[in-house]
């Protein structure tokens, strides 16, 4: 029996109908790499042989009245690929405002949580071309947040695929296995009465991060502060509907910008989403005097050893989107990423997840309900939107065959921080992936074609 941790479980006590949880990619496949050709039923076969050896992928939630934690994950005895292996065909041209407009539509429905929290859709008809006779496919992957964050949710990728095109499949793993009521509600009667313990030890170690944290902010070494950002179009509280666009760059000129100014990949990312949020708000004569503030999720895997697939902290950033000379602003970002990393280090890799097993449903659900209203009421955003930055493999990959040309991830939205853009490297690309609700921004393509222009100006400063 694997029990959810409580940073697992709140992905499932913060969704609403207008705040479905999941994350998502868009991945685009060249089926001439196929051996023996492209057919819809040859990618399920295959699919399900790998799926043998993901238990993840076979594994649905148990629970019941009596359990005071939270969820347990169990094999799921009446698993059928078919159920979450759908097949369709965009209409013509099949160009990437059909797509976007079908993934949009695709990531707004929810999961179904008496299965396993996934589903796959193969597009076929991608640039009207026939995926029969080699041309492209699009494969639409959707995956609860409760299973996956950025690195494990790549990681599952990384396992779909392979680095041959005939690579065979893996040997089957087995899952948890299945439980009873029972051992659900005394295994969480045991995990609740040990709460006063836990809240014990955390407690000290919280006091200490508030009184380090304010000692930072009057020295002037802290990272931005929550409720600090101002207040933009994408920040008020979201409806069910969502809208996709993507954009492909090259890694190499990233690495270039990188080099000459002498800072991370990671801080030209987001000098680059500054930049395109600047111009985008001032095309609408909306910039704010003040900084833009992304919060940024920050994997722990390798620093934490509590259980939970969701392995992250995150840290607050300032965009400096009120710099107008981009090596400048990258500059900036780079120095205040640098104070908010330290920062970030300081507050520890497990407190959130330290905090989060206390987590209720009721709790949740009041606090969502509570915020949801303080937005109408014109409440400032905790932040503006989600940047993450998901590092992936720098070889050629091929997903059932097929080989990979682009992955663009698609995190999830929130009231009150309407847009994510999420980035993933790629075999020498960076892959962009925008999603937002249309009711606050109805077309995010001119985000998306801003990106290259955006690189292009920093680029131009390396000159």
Same mark, same amino acid.
């Given at each position: 029996?694997?029990?959810?941790?409580?940073?697992?479980?709140?992905?499932?006590?913060?969704?609403?109908?207008?705040?479905?949880?999941?994350?998502?990619?868009?991945?685009?496949?060249?089926?001439?790499?196929?051996?023996?050709?492209?057919?819809?039923?040859?990618?399920?076969?295959?699919?399900?042989?790998?799926?043998?050896?993901?238990?993840?992928?076979?594994?649905?939630?148990?629970?019941?009245?009596?359990?005071?934690?939270?969820?347990?994950?169990?094999?799921?005895?009446?698993?059928?690929?078919?159920?979450?292996?759908?097949?369709?065909?965009?209409?013509?041209?099949?160009?990437?405002?059909?797509?976007?407009?079908?993934?949009?539509?695709?990531?707004?429905?929810?999961?179904?949580?008496?299965?396993?929290?996934?589903?796959?859709?193969?597009?076929?008809?991608?640039?009207?071309?026939?995926?029969?006779?080699?041309?492209?496919?699009?494969?639409?992957?959707?995956?609860?947040?409760?299973?996956?964050?950025?690195?494990?949710?790549?990681?599952?990728?990384?396992?779909?695929?392979?680095?041959?095109?005939?690579?065979?499949?893996?040997?089957?793993?087995?899952?948890?296995?299945?439980?009873?009521?029972?051992?659900?509600?005394?295994?969480?009667?045991?995990?609740?009465?040990?709460?006063?313990?836990?809240?014990?030890?955390?407690?000290?170690?919280?006091?200490?991060?508030?009184?380090?944290?304010?000692?930072?902010?009057?020295?002037?070494?802290?990272?931005?502060?929550?409720?600090?950002?101002?207040?933009?179009?994408?920040?008020?509280?979201?409806?069910?509907?969502?809208?996709?666009?993507?954009?492909?760059?090259?890694?190499?000129?990233?690495?270039?910008?990188?080099?000459?100014?002498?800072?991370?990949?990671?801080?030209?990312?987001?000098?680059?989403?500054?930049?395109?949020?600047?111009?985008?708000?001032?095309?609408?004569?909306?910039?704010?005097?003040?900084? +833009?503030?992304?919060?940024? @999720? *920050?994997?722990?895997?390798?620093? !934490?050893?509590? %259980? &939970?697939?969701?392995?992250?902290?995150? =840290?607050?950033?300032?965009?400096?989107?009120?710099?107008?000379?981009?090596?400048?602003?990258?500059?900036?970002?780079?120095?205040?990423?640098?104070?908010?990393?330290?920062?970030?280090?300081?507050?520890?890799?497990?407190?959130?997840?330290?905090?989060?097993?206390?987590?209720?449903?009721?709790?949740?659900?009041?606090?969502?309900?509570?915020?949801?209203?303080?937005? +109408?009421?014109?409440?400032? @955003? *905790?932040?503006?939107?989600?940047? !993450?930055?998901? %590092? &992936?493999?720098?070889?050629?990959?091929? =997903?059932?065959?097929?080989?990979?040309?682009?992955?663009?991830?698609?995190?999830?939205?929130?009231?009150?921080?309407?847009?994510?853009?999420?980035?993933?490297?790629?075999?020498?690309?960076?892959?962009?992936?925008?999603?937002?609700?249309?009711?606050?921004?109805?077309?995010?393509?001119?985000?998306?074609?801003?990106?290259?222009?955006?690189?292009?100006?920093?680029?131009?400063?390396?000159?």
């Amino acid at each position: 029996m694997q029990r959810l941790s409580g940073l697992d479980a709140s992905f499932l006590y913060l969704e609403t109908a207008a705040q479905p949880l999941h994350v998502c990619s868009i991945l685009e496949l060249d089926t001439s790499t196929m051996p023996g050709g492209y057919t819809f039923d040859k990618l399920r076969d295959g699919l399900g042989l790998r799926i043998r050896a993901m238990p993840e992928f076979r594994e649905k939630l148990a629970d019941n009245r009596f359990n005071l934690d939270h969820p347990v994950w169990v094999d799921d005895p009446d698993f059928d690929v078919d159920r979450h292996l759908h097949r369709i065909g965009l209409p013509s041209p099949g160009g990437r405002n059909e797509l976007s407009e079908i993934c949009g539509h695709l990531a707004s429905l929810p999961l179904d949580r008496t299965r396993p929290l996934w589903e796959m859709w193969v597009i076929e008809n991608v640039a009207g071309t026939d995926a029969h006779d080699g041309g492209r496919i699009a494969v639409m992957t959707k995956v609860h947040h409760a299973s996956v964050d950025g690195v494990t949710g790549a990681n599952l990728m990384s396992q779909l695929c392979s680095t041959e095109p005939d690579a065979p499949p893996p040997d089957p793993v087995d899952g948890p296995g299945g439980v009873n009521h029972m051992e659900i509600a005394v295994g969480g009667a045991v995990k609740f009465a040990m709460r006063p313990l836990k809240f014990a030890n955390v407690l000290p170690m919280t006091v200490s991060t508030v009184i380090d944290t304010a000692k930072r902010a009057r020295n002037g070494n802290s990272m931005a502060p929550p409720f600090a950002a101002p207040q933009t179009a994408f920040n008020a509280n979201v409806t069910g509907r969502r809208n996709i666009a993507f954009a492909q760059l090259d890694l190499d000129d990233i690495k270039k910008v990188k080099s000459h100014f002498g800072v991370k990949v990671n801080d030209v990312v987001m000098a680059l989403v500054a930049g395109v949020l600047r111009k985008f708000l001032l095309d609408r004569g909306e910039l704010p005097e003040n900084s +833009l503030v992304a919060m940024v @999720p *920050v994997s722990v895997h390798d620093k !934490s050893d509590r %259980p &939970g697939r969701n392995q992250v902290s995150g =840290m607050f950033s300032r965009l400096e989107t009120s710099i107008e000379d981009p090596a400048e602003r990258l500059k900036a970002i780079a120095d205040a990423n640098s104070v908010a990393k330290q920062h970030s280090s300081a507050i520890g890799a497990t407190l959130l997840q330290d905090w989060t097993q206390f987590a209720a449903p009721a709790v949740f659900g009041v606090a969502m309900r509570v915020y949801a209203s303080s937005r +109408l009421s014109g409440a400032r @955003p *905790v932040h503006n939107l989600v940047l !993450s930055n998901v %590092p &992936g493999p720098q070889m050629p990959l091929y =997903m059932l065959g097929c080989e990979v040309e682009a992955m663009y991830p698609l995190g999830p939205i929130f009231h009150g921080s309407g847009l994510n853009i999420t980035v993933m490297s790629l075999n020498g690309t960076l892959d962009v992936g925008i999603v937002s609700c249309p009711e606050l921004l109805p077309d995010l393509w001119d985000m998306a074609d801003d990106f290259q222009p955006a690189l292009d100006e920093l680029l131009s400063a390396t000159r």
